[in-house]
């Protein structure tokens, strides 16, 4: 699905946020990203959809060269790149369906696009996945009316109105309490497994990695440094991530009701063993 080699990227004032990472994201599978603040993990993001344009390397999508790519066909490849923002990047005065649709403006012309005028179809996916994400009761209200939580499945909607091929997340969980914040990722989690997309989620929240995805690539200083399974995370992967600090804690399973809720088979594997795993 999503193919990077040597991907590198140098600002112009000389810092390296990035020095030749190369990964491998099949469909179907969360792929977590960790690591300090600085990591790179946010620029590597942005690199695959080319908000910010790498120095070197190469991406590739479903076989398509990315990094070659002029403006009108990153335009088009960008539509297949679903993205998941951590502040949630709503228009605040707008409704929430008239939010979700704009992840529909790269299909429709310039002047559908301008009135807001979108085919019947569109507007059907829209309330089909409003439906999905459990926000059909919200579908006029403003998006400044909404929770953090609420917002954030607005956020979710709007990416997935795309028909992407991946969801790129930044940080979806960082201002969400702990409870919202497992159902977000939760919902995450079970929307690629139900429509087979890649997905690449930067992360803080170690626990809540292990918890809910299959893989996780540790960044330290813009390099790989772990790519692995969650119970591979041990007191001393996380070193190598992090630095020193005692993280006996940091890789305790919680034995919560609602995380174990989560026991169903995503991509084949019972979160509830994998959980049972690590406690």
């Not at 960044?219 to 630095?243: H, N």
Request: glycine fraction near 10%; proline fraction near 4%.
């Amino acid at each position: 699905m999503l193919l990077i080699k040597g991907l590198t990227k140098r600002y112009k004032t000389g810092d390296l946020a990035l020095h030749d990472v190369d990964l491998e994201v099949p469909a179907g599978q969360v792929m977590g990203l960790i690591g300090p603040s600085g990591a790179g993990k946010s620029t590597l993001i942005r690199c695959i959809n080319r908000l910010v344009e790498p120095t070197a390397g190469q991406i590739s999508l479903k076989g398509q060269e990315v990094t070659g790519l002029g403006r009108a066909a990153l335009r088009q490849t960008r539509r297949r790149m679903g993205m998941i923002f951590q502040e949630f990047a709503l228009v605040e005065r707008l409704t929430v369906m008239e939010n979700v649709l704009s992840g529909r403006l790269g299909y429709v012309g310039f002047w559908r696009s301008f009135t807001r005028r979108f085919p019947p179809a569109d507007v059907a996916k829209a309330f089909a996945t409003l439906d999905r994400v459990g926000l059909l009761d919200h579908v006029d209200k403003r998006a400044d009316a909404l929770s953090g939580g609420q917002r954030q499945r607005v956020g979710i909607a709007r990416a997935l109105v795309q028909d992407p091929d991946m969801l790129l997340v930044d940080e979806p969980t960082a201002s969400l309490d702990p409870k919202t914040s497992r159902q977000i990722m939760r919902l995450i989690c079970e929307v690629c497994a139900e429509r087979q997309l890649a997905a690449i989620v930067n992360i803080h929240d170690v626990n809540l990695a292990q918890m809910f995805v299959q893989r996780i690539v540790g960044l330290r200083q813009g390099r790989v440094v772990f790519d692995g399974a969650a119970q591979g995370l041990t007191p001393e992967t996380l070193t190598l991530i992090y630095g020193e600090e005692d993280w006996s804690r940091s890789i305790r399973r919680d034995d919560d009701d609602d995380a174990l809720a989560t026991a169903r088979t995503l991509h084949g594997e019972p979160v509830r063993e994998r959980l049972a795993g690590l406690t």
